[in-house]
């Protein structure tokens, strides 16, 4: 296939680039940076088969040529990005979408939109199945990430209703692996680099809120299953085992060796008491379930982190 992917130099983006790139496709990735990194995709720029656009899908997006999908992850995702540039995030993910959207209907393409677990707020429900329609404050720090992905799915549900386009759909559950940006305010980033440092382990409120946690590979393996299927969607790509912040923090000690104590702060405003995902979906329509287990998948990241800090 002939595939384009926004946000191709993003954590996500390279790493699923890199697995097209694999099986055989050829693709187009798209990125402005704001960001993603050239160093994600280094490796990737002498194929043959791999073609880099620095441009802002927030704006316009233009391919030549046949394309067979236009995979949309564009999109900064991580809470230290919803304070300091929260107009880009709400553009990309409302006009960014419609002008992805707009080029798989032109290409004639299936159209992939990578949205997120976020949509489901600070869930009444545990775990969060996709018929559950989530509970999402719209005007707190956290709107305008988890608006923009509704929104994004609100569009992306109208075209293939309207305009017939063939649409998928994910929710991306909390996701890691190298790529990583070391300073992107995640929970897995910001333990990692204090305990590598040897600086205290920050961990917000008193650490029982829990998250699942989705190891790159894991996660893109399971967009390729949805990608290639036959599921509109939207489906959970994520992992069901539940851990504790509190548990990722002493993790995150132990596989570093580090010394570091563990402090605690003010819990941020809107930030979820518990995020886990049902995968009855993923495993009955997709045959997809995650395999990495949080330990060995954090020696990775670590291993990555020492290359780059």
């Known amino acids: 296939m002939r595939v384009v992917v926004t946000g191709g130099a993003g954590f996500l983006g390279s790493h699923l680039c890199r697995k097209l790139l694999d099986r055989g496709d050829e693709v187009i990735a ?22 880099f656009q620095h441009s802002d899908v927030s704006n316009f997006v233009h391919v030549s040529g046949g394309v067979d999908a236009v995979m949309h992850l564009a999109s900064p995702a991580s809470p230290a990005d919803f304070e300091r540039i929260p107009i880009q995030i709400l553009k990309v993910g409302s006009r960014g979408t419609q002008h992805a959207l ?4 032109d290409k004639n393409a299936r159209f992939f939109l990578a949205s997120t677990s976020e ?16 509970n999402v404050n719209p005007i707190g720090p956290r709107g305008v990430y988890d608006e923009a992905k509704r929104f994004a799915e609100a569009i ?13 759909i994910v929710r991306i559950f909390n996701t890691y692996g190298p790529g990583m940006r070391p300073d992107d305010g995640r929970a897995v980033s910001n333990f990692l680099v204090q305990a590598m440092h040897g600086k205290p382990i920050t961990v917000y409120g008193d650490g029982s809120q829990s998250r699942s946690f989705t190891y790159v590979d894991d996660e893109i393996r399971g967009f390729l299953a949805l990608l290639d299927g036959n599921e509109t969607g939207p489906i959970n790509i994520g992992n069901d085992v539940e851990y504790t912040i509190l548990e990722l923090a ?3 000690i132990e596989v570093t060796g580090s010394s570091s104590e563990i402090v605690y702060e003010p819990r941020p405003v809107d930030d979820p008491t518990q995020r886990k995902p049902d995968l009855t ?3 009955s329509l997709l045959g997809w379930e995650p395999v990495t287990q949080l330990r060995e998948g954090l020696e990775r990241t670590a291993a990555y982190f020492k290359t780059v800090l």
């Open 156 to 168: 992306t549900m109208a075209y293939h209703r309207y305009h017939g386009v063939e649409v998928r």
């Open 250 to 252: 002493r993790l995150a």
């Open 281 to 283: 979906l993923a495993r």
């Open 102 to 105: 707009g080029l798989a209907k």
């Open 30 to 51: 798209i990125d402005n940076l704001i960001t993603g990194a050239m160093r994600n995709i280094d490796d990737l720029m002498g194929r043959k088969e791999f073609t």
């Open 119 to 134: 949509v489901y707020g600070d869930p009444l429900v545990h775990p969060q199945p996709e018929t559950y329609w989530g």
